[in-house]
């Protein structure tokens, strides 16, 4: 079984950045891909970045050029650095792992963008 939390949002001016954390306990042993998505009241949650296994990655287009996604295996973390920040990106952010076809969430974390 997997635990995730996520740590690192808040409140932030446009133009900066934000690293959001993701801790995973438990075994990465038959998770392929950790994600982060992200919410805002009313809409559905939108994927934003995905991290193989293996180190391949993906971005939203939304967010590319803006946003890394990357892991410390040693540390089971998955990190999701965010630069350039726009008020639209403001939402909960969610750390995603599905293991053996079972989907777990994190709590989310809040990302607000405002001046």
């Known amino acids: 079984q997997v635990h995730v939390v996520e740590s690192g949002g808040g409140l932030v001016q446009p133009g900066g950045s934000l690293r959001l954390s993701c801790a995973v306990s438990g075994s990465f042993f038959g998770i392929n891909a950790m994600d982060w998505y992200r919410q805002t009241p009313g809409k559905e949650r939108e994927l934003v970045a995905t991290i193989t296994s293996g180190g391949n990655t993906n971005v939203a287009d939304s967010v590319q050029g803006r946003f890394t996604i990357s892991r410390d295996n040693a540390e089971n973390t998955v990190y999701l650095q965010m630069n350039n920040l726009k008020p639209e990106d403001t939402a909960v952010y969610y750390c995603?792992?599905?293991?053996?076809?079972?989907?777990?969430w994190g709590q989310g974390t809040q990302v607000t963008v405002s001046s």
């Open positions: 995603h792992a599905k293991q053996w076809g079972i989907d777990y």
